[in-house]
């Protein structure tokens, strides 16, 4: 966890989960930051500990409020982090003390609607990411929408497993009916496979792009990097991701649409490893963030986001906007589940990946094997099947402790 997951940017929520005077707590990996936004609009980032003997000082969650006070010992703290007040501290304490006890910061940033926080001391590079991201929907102006549903799922599967189900669209046609309505299975970077159909409907859609200002350049985690932002194309009479391929709320941002009277931006898809991936179309936006619990449960909270002067039920009705996405998101927890429990297994030998479909799980192997990040290297990945080119890497050192596969959603 020290390697992965407080070394580098995690996605943590969407900007309009913490508006002006909110406040949003999330704990990963031990660690456990506070996120608020002050009056002036600055947001701001804090270790949750505070500086009189350590306590947490909120727990996770979101709330609205002019502080940060102790649960402990009722210190209390501006929403910029500098030290309030405390009783019983003798004369004069604030004056003399209170300067040298602000809350410890914690590095965020903020681009285009969304926000990422680091825990690294020296975070690693973020601007790269920041462009690609702005290039690509800043025109949907994510940062002036609103939450319509949030769910929580808690899976039991180790978070590598979650990704590498990400990574790759092998699964697809069997598994996600809904998905695959409105998404071609094919067209994610690692994959070589192509079709007529495929691509006749990109050449189409990169005109389109075109014609409505809309860049078409793919960012795929350029030299080993963390991110990918890319926008791939719908189906054929689909300008979103819905069942029925018409919009299921108003077009977000600026987004005018083509010529004709269509709305084909296709889909923009930001992946941030390690722990987040979000898509972003012409009228909603869902993000999926994960938070590892233990070794053999992660937590992972899903969001839906329309325009923030949308009404539901005459603008937007909530069963179009979250179906697909809830229904492919719970057919993937599933999945993982069943992976996870056979990687457990006794019986279980890494096999071969597909050279053809699996090239960006290959490529989120390095990532997290890389220099910087712990080595697990199980005998058998060396001494058995050795005429095999790739194998499946084992997503971490497995307890024997046995989970529930039971993953209820609650929808908040």
Not at 89 to 97: A, I, L, N, V, Y
Not at 204 to 226: K, V, Y
Not at 236 to 263: I, K, N
Request: hydrophobic letters at 35%.
């Amino acid at each position: 966890m020290a390697n992965v997951f407080l070394a580098n940017w995690l996605f943590a929520a969407p900007s309009s989960a913490i508006p002006t005077e909110g406040q949003l707590t999330w704990s990963v990996a031990g660690e456990s930051v506070v996120l608020s936004r002050t009056a002036d609009d600055v947001l701001h980032a804090h270790h949750n500990v505070c500086r009189h003997r350590g306590s947490r000082l909120l727990p996770d969650g979101r709330r609205r409020s002019r502080a940060i006070v102790c649960g402990y010992h009722a210190w209390s703290y501006g929403l910029d982090g500098a030290f309030r007040a405390a009783g019983n501290m003798g004369d004069h304490f604030r004056s003399r003390c209170g300067p040298n006890l602000g809350l410890q910061p914690v590095h965020v940033r903020e681009c285009s609607g969304f926000v990422f926080v680091c825990f690294a001391v020296d975070p690693p590079p973020f601007d790269g990411a920041a462009s690609a991201i702005r290039q690509h929907v800043s025109a949907y102006e994510i940062e002036r929408t609103q939450e319509v549903a949030r769910y929580h799922y808690r899976v039991a599967a180790n978070w590598k497993i979650l990704v590498e189900n990400n990574r790759e669209c092998y699964h697809c046609r069997p598994n996600h009916p809904e998905f695959c309505l409105s998404n071609f299975d094919l067209g994610m970077n690692g994959d070589r496979r192509t079709n007529a159909a495929y691509d006749a409907q990109v050449s189409l859609q990169r005109q389109r792009w075109h014609e409505q200002e809309l860049p078409s350049q793919a960012f795929d985690f350029p030299d080993g990097s963390f991110y990918r932002v890319a926008r791939l194309p719908l189906r054929d009479g689909f300008e979103t991701e819905s069942m029925s391929g018409r919009l299921v709320a108003p077009p977000l941002g600026r987004l005018a649409g083509t010529s004709g009277g269509g709305m084909y931006a296709g889909s923009v898809r930001i992946v941030t490893l390690p722990n987040s991936w979000n898509h972003v179309n012409a009228d909603y936006v869902v993000t999926s963030r994960l938070t590892p619990v233990r070794v053999d449960v992660t937590d992972v909270e899903v969001t839906f986001l329309v325009r923030d002067d949308a009404r539901a039920g005459a603008d937007f009705a909530l069963d179009d906007v979250v179906t697909v996405w809830k229904e492919t998101s719970e057919q993937d927890w599933g999945l993982c589940e069943r992976n996870f429990a056979g990687v457990r297994s006794r019986g279980y030998l890494p096999g071969p990946l597909s050279p053809v479909t699996e090239q960006s799980v290959m490529e989120f192997h390095q990532w997290w094997l890389r220099p910087s990040a712990p080595r697990h290297h199980p005998p058998s990945l060396h001494q058995k099947e050795a005429r095999c080119p790739t194998f499946h890497l084992p997503p971490s050192s497995l307890s024997s402790v046995r989970a529930s596969t039971a993953f209820p959603p609650r929808g908040t």
